[in-house]
T-cell receptor
Framework: DQQVKQNSPSLSVQEGRISILNCDYT??????FLWYKKYPAEGPTFLIS?????DKNEDGRFTVFLNKSAKHLSLHIVPSQPGDSAVYFC?????????????FGQGTRLTINP | GAGVSQSPSNKVTEKGKDVELRCDPI?????LYWYRQRLGQGLEFLIY????????KSGLPSDRFSAERTGESVSTLTIQRTQQEDSAVYLC???????????FGDGTRLSIL
């Protein structure tokens, strides 16, 4: 039962363009969403998060959009830089239910081409 | 240290042996989590500790898996009678008072021969 899905295993984008990574979820109890970035042989690094009371959160080049009715969120990176090449995971939690564990998607490998 | 520290970084062992993985959380973080990442997969929740509360063990895949935490510091994840399907990267994370975000260590890559 995959509650958080990232349907694109990989994405290739030209440097300077916008990268859009997508994530879908099925559990309507999820009320907090996070994006993590992971380089090989390192642990995931937190990027940006959004609460279900919002539909957008922006931090520098990173913006996360949440569409609750569609149970869909996306991460926009603009402009994309070579250092953004990594695996990106979306994650969700049901904080309102007291559940602090994160449920992760399978990840999308982003490659930024010079 | 400033971040979550895990040891060993790599562990290779024979099927049937027991292994113990260690996690030192960020100082002051009362919540500690263990996850597992199999090859090509996302992270899979294993267990969660928060202060002196009973741990949430709902993600442990079998009774061969157990974890302990000493107060609000070090945690050890023990896998008994290892099987080849236990091969994965085991990641530890911590957070203040169980809030988000969780901060991850670099993991222990476990290989069962």
């Amino acid at each position: 039962d995959q509650q958080v899905k990232q349907n694109s295993p990989s994405l290739s984008v030209q440097e300077g363009r916008i990268s859009i990574l997508n994530c879908d979820y099925t559990n309507s109890m999820f009320d907090y969403f996070l994006w993590y970035k992971k380089y090989p042989a390192e642990g995931p690094t937190f990027l940006i998060s959004i609460s279900s009371i919002k539909d957008k959160n922006e931090d520098g080049r990173f913006t996360v959009f949440l569409n609750k009715s569609a149970k869909h969120l996306s991460l926009h990176i603009v402009p994309s830089q070579p250092g953004d090449s990594a695996v990106y995971f979306c994650a969700a939690s049901a904080r309102g239910q007291g559940a602090q564990k994160l449920v992760f998607g399978q990840g999308t490998r982003l490659t930024i081409n010079p | 240290g400033a971040g979550v520290s895990q040891s060993p970084s790599n562990k290779v062992t024979e099927k049937g042996k027991d292994v113990e993985l260690r996690c030192d959380p960020i100082s002051g973080h009362t919540a500690l989590y263990w996850y597992r990442q199999r090859l090509g997969q996302g992270l899979e929740f294993l267990i969660y500790f928060q202060g002196n509360s009973a741990p949430d063990k709902s993600g442990l895949p079998s009774d061969r898996f157990s974890a302990e935490r000493t107060g609000e510091s070090v945690s050890t994840l023990t896998i008994q009678r290892t099987q080849q399907e236990d091969s994965a990267v085991y990641l530890c994370a911590s957070s203040p008072r169980g809030g988000q975000p969780q901060h991850f260590g670099d993991g222990t890559r476990l290989s069962i021969l």
